[in-house]
């Protein structure tokens, strides 16, 4: 019997190893693209532009909670002596899961207002940048008040258990802070977002004779929905990847047995936070940049078409 419990604990105690481990590393990985993905807005000085300044905050977001990941590796042997560092590490992680949380809610707003009620809220852009700052860096600071941040299963962050009992006022935490803001955001995006693409797909295929597309134009509301997918990709990328750590989250706190495939997938999903942010970016740009120079190939085939053309007449008179 005891040979099984230190079995158990053995087996827990490198599977947390091997998660940390995997979280550290494709968090690297994920710093890496968000840092490209940044660097490319700034050479190509894109940040003049509206579109790429709102998917540059959610990168740079996603590029904090990435640096959070990699730190993780500082705690895979803890002691009372790294206690400081993880409290810091705690906050810093769940400021940058609720700041990206924020920018997703802003992003999904603000297509919804342009797409759906024909509403250009650029303006609204310092409130955007204001609120996903204060507001997840208020409620990252309660844990700190309530001395809650510490070792929870596989990092540091909010325990829901000390010593193997439940701890109360983490577990009231978790719930509050996190898990109900994730799950509200992951209900009510999810139904603005399918609201939004339902709209603007159905006036970009209707009729010339409709009164919505009296007013904008078949062209134009095909553009505009291009325009939108873009961003399109930041909340909704969001609201599936956050969907597997909260199953373990739940998952862990109603069974006390180990589920290293379920662990594996919710970190990696973790990982897929930040780098899913950087990549799209990048993937943008790089389809921008390449529409544009298709675009100016055909002005100047045009150009050297109509010369020809110009110059075979001409020659035609001669």
Known sequence: MEDSANSTCNTTALTKRSSVILLGSLSSVSVVTCLVALLSVLCLRLYSKFLYRLAAYQVLASLLHALVGVSQLTFIEYSESKHVSCVVVGFMLQSATMMKLCLA??????????AVLFKNLTKLEPLYVITSLAVPIALATV?????????????????????????????????????APLIMFLVLDSAVMLITLGTVYRR?????????????????NMMAFKQLLPLVAYPITFCILVVPPLIYRA???????????????????????????????IIHIAVVKLRNRGSQAGHHWAAWAWCERKRAEYNKII
């Open 143 to 179: 844990p700190i008040a309530t001395k809650s941040y510490g070792p929870t299963g596989e990092w540091c962050w909010i325990p829901s258990k000390k010593c193997g009992t439940l701890y109360p006022t983490g577990a009231i935490e978790q719930l509050v802070l996190n898990y």
């Open 251 to 281: 998952y862990r706190e109603a069974s006390s047995l180990p589920n290293p495939e379920l662990l594996v997938l919710s970190t990696v999903c973790i990982s897929a936070y930040s780098f899913s942010s950087g990549l799209t970016l």
């Open 204 to 220: 970009a295929h209707r009729n010339e004779t409709d009164r919505d597309t009296e007013v904008f134009g078949r062209k134009q």
């Open 105 to 114: 809610g802003w992003i999904t707003f603000h297509i919804f207002c342009f």
